[in-house]
Structures are given as C-alpha cells and as structure tokens.
C-alpha cells in the first residue's frame, strides 16, 4: 500500500465535486487498513474512511487528514454472534 500526499478527492465521488486530501491511500485488505490506521496514529491526523464516494460532498478545502479508499472485493465473517 502506498500514501500519497495532496490527491484530488473529486474523482473519487460522483458528484466529481471536492479538494485535496492531506494524505490517500487504497485500502485493499486488512492489512493495508491497519496500516492506514497506523501511520495516522504516528502522524496524529484525522482519518476517513470513503467507499464508493456516492452520497458525500467533499468541501473545495480538501481533508486536512489521511483518507483511506476501500477498494476491497469480497466479504468475510469476523466473527460470529451469537456465539
């Protein structure tokens, strides 16, 4: 997984509408979340999480924290309940 820096979040939604996010990444497993999740912790940022970008409207300004684009095929059980 890479994070890159100053990424145009507008194609990222389908209103094409939104600024830069301070940092991106693509989030294709578990793995690469908890990365995600980390560098944040150690950076002291905010975080957020997008899915397919429908139903969000991103403000010109941008996100002045770490987005993370889930882009992750397939479902799985955590856990089951009851147990």
Do not use: W
Not at 2 to 29: D, R
């Amino acid at each position: 997984m890479q994070i890159k820096e100053n990424i145009l979040l507008a194609p990222y939604t389908t209103f094409k509408l939104g600024g830069p996010a301070k940092y991106f990444c693509v989030s294709e497993n578990q793995e690469d979340a908890l990365q995600a999740f980390e560098f944040a912790k150690e950076k002291g940022i905010k975080t957020f999480v997008l899915g397919g970008g429908s139903n969000i409207l991103v403000s010109d300004k941008g996100f002045d924290g770490l987005v993370i684009k889930v882009s992750n095929k397939g479902i799985g059980v955590l856990s089951k309940y009851p147990p």
